[in-house]
Each structure stands twice: as C-alpha cells, then as structure tokens.
C-alpha cells in the first residue's frame, strides 16, 4: 500500500516506517521536525518537513503520491506538559485531527489509523480496563484524544472516513537493530528517565509518589513494547482495509507493574544500583492502568512478544547504551 505516517519521524512514528517498508509498503513521511530528529528520518521514504495542521500541504501530497491509507503519530503526547499548557495540546492536537480529515475528504483517502491512548479512560472503575469502560480523562492530553476520536466517528459517518483508533498504554523499550529509540527533550517518561540516571550516575531520578491506592503506592502501568505496538499497527491496517469498518483497540499487555517494581527490573538489567528519590505526586496521574488486550488479539491477531517489563526494560537499555546523549550523539 502506499502509506502517509504523520509524525514519521518521531519515537513511535519511525519504528512505524521501518517496519511500513521492510513489508513493502511505499512509504512518504510527513513530520515538522520539532523534536529535531531529523536523523530519525528513514532514508528509504519519501519525506516532507510541515504540520498535520497545514491542511492544504497535506492534501496535496495524499493527492501528489497518490496515498491510500493514513497512520498518524503527530500529537503532543506528554501527560504532565498538557495540565501546565492545556491550550497548546488542544490546539496541536484537536486541529490537527480536523486538518487532517479534511485533507482526507479532499483527497478522498479513506483509510486511517490513529495513535490514542490509555489516557482516555481516566482513573478507571475496573482493572484491566476494556474498550467500553468509560471515557473520563483527567488530563487534557487525555481529553483531546478522546475528542480526536470522537471527530473521527463523526467523519466516519458523514464522509466514509474509515478509522482505527489503537488505545496505547505506556510504550517503551527500543528497536530491536538498536536504530530507534525513546529520546524525548524534556524527557518525563519513567523508563527513559530511569536508564539515563544509569547511564550518567547522576542519581537524579526521583519517582513521583508514594501514596497511590496501588499494591506498593506507586503508579502502575502497562508497558508495551514498541515494536509489538507496531505490529498491531500494521494489523490493524490490514483489517481496516479488508472489512472497511472503523473501530477501537487496546494496546497493551495486560500486566501492571508499580513504579518501584520498574526501578527494580532496571536494576536487574543494568547491573546498576540505580539511587531514587522519592518526591510528591505529578498531576495528571491516574493510579494505575493495566489493559485488557484481549479484543486486539481475538480480532487483529495481534501476539505481543514482550510479556514482562524486564524484556521491554532490556530492549530500552540497548539502546541507552549505545545512545548516552540520545539522538545528539550520531
Ligand atoms: O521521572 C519520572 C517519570 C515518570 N514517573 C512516573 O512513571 C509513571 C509513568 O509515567 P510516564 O512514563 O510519563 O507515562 P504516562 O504519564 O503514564 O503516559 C504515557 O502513557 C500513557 C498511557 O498510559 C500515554 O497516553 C502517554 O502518551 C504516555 O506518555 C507515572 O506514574 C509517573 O509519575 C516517575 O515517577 N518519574
């Protein structure tokens, strides 16, 4: 197929792409460069520097490179940065998802695939967490993919724009050629956090709270890892295709680890007494979210190969080795 990622150049984004063109898709990258990795940019794709928000651009290429199907990864993705600049993400976010679907229309390309998130549930009722629990974000990085989603069905409806939304828990570790990695600037996410302390010794990482409703009292999430979240991706495509229904999927791998329990595997796989600080609560912070996977399994036949966090915890360390200074260093 001839594919558009949006965001193709980012963490998840470029995972997607590698993995896009080793089954032999065409593949165009469209990515504004603001996280500055310009070396993350597969050579193998066609690629353009804009912003999902240029709805004009965008159309132009679906129309110039005669696009069939959309993955988009360009949304503002950091929980604690969207309750301090809330108008940022829902302007990133929200207009670049109506951009995008009128760039769609224009160009009459149908099929879409959507990154959004766990985030949409909130502090959920029951654990693990199905598609049809109730959407009740508590950030507003949250609440903008539960709207993104939600403009989704509506051009589902009108306009035949058919969709998959695949609900991502926490996604870590790194491409398994040691290409890709997680390098976020700031970086907030706990497992990139934990292994550059490593790395540099500085015992600086401090864990945000210890007085959750949670076996230890930290946080619990889910982590999934990256090249498994993209093989549901491209699943997720193939059946978007074939049975030209929109729908929604839970990515994760149904196991829950606390905050304290990933120090602890990072430990184990680094060899390292990585020091923590314990400090107060970050907002935005559900308690914890573990996914019920299973629909995604049944229906994509989606077979994650990363089950536990010291797996996933080994491919992100790979990666940190090699890469002290992330993307700055090759
Ligand atoms: O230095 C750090 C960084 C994080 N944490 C904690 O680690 C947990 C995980 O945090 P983080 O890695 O920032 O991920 P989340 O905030 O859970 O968000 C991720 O996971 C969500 C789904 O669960 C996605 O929607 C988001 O895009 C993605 O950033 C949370 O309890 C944080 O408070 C720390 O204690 N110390």
């Given at each position: 197929m001839r594919v558009l990622v949006i965001g193709g150049a980012g963490y998840i984004g470029s995972v997607a792409v590698k993995k896009l063109i080793e089954q032999n898709n065409d593949v165009v990258v469209l990515d504004a460069l603001y996280t500055g990795?310009?070396?993350?940019?597969?050579?193998k794709a066609k690629f353009y520097q804009g912003d999902i928000e240029n709805k004009f651009l965008v159309s132009q290429i679906l129309r110039q490179e005669k696009i069939e199907a959309v993955m988009h990864f360009a949304a503002y993705s950091l929980v604690p940065e969207s309750v301090q600049k809330p108008l940022k993400y829902y302007d990133n976010n929200v207009s670049g998802m109506i951009a995008l679907l009128e760039a769609m229309k224009d160009a009459d390309v149908k099929y879409l695939v959507f990154s959004s998130s766990?985030?949409?549930?909130?502090?959920?009722?029951?654990?693990?967490?199905?598609?049809?629990s109730p959407l009740n974000p508590i950030s507003p990085y949250g609440e903008t993919k539960v709207m993104m989603e939600k403009i989704m069905h509506w051009a589902d409806k009108a306009d035949g724009i058919k969709s998959i939304a695949l609900r991502y828990f926490n996604v870590a570790g790194a491409a398994s050629d040691g290409s890709i990695g997680e390098d976020h600037s700031p970086e907030t996410h706990l497992i990139p956090n934990i292994l550059k302390s490593a790395v540099s010794?500085?015992?600086k990482f401090t864990i945000?709270?210890?007085?959750?409703?949670?076996k230890d009292g930290t946080n619990v999430r889910d982590y999934v890892q990256i090249e498994d979240l993209i093989d549901a991706h491209v699943l997720a495509l193939k059946y978007l295709v074939k049975t030209n229904k929109s729908d929604v999927f839970n990515l994760g791998t149904a196991h829950g680890y606390s905050n304290l329990e990933i120090l602890q595997a990072a430990r184990k796989v680094t060899n390292i007494e990585i020091p923590y600080t314990m400090g107060p609560r970050r907002a935005g912070d559900p308690d914890s979210l573990v996914a019920d996977s299973a629909k995604a399994r049944t229906i994509l036949g989606w077979q994650p190969q990363h089950e536990n966090a010291e797996d996933v915890m080994a491919s992100a360390w790979k990666w940190h080795q090699t890469h002290p200074q992330g993307y700055a260093d090759k």
């Open positions: 990795h310009r070396k993350a940019v597969n050579p766990a985030a949409t549930y909130g502090i959920p009722k029951k654990l693990p967490i199905t598609e049809d010794g500085d015992g945000f709270g210890n007085d959750y409703d949670t």
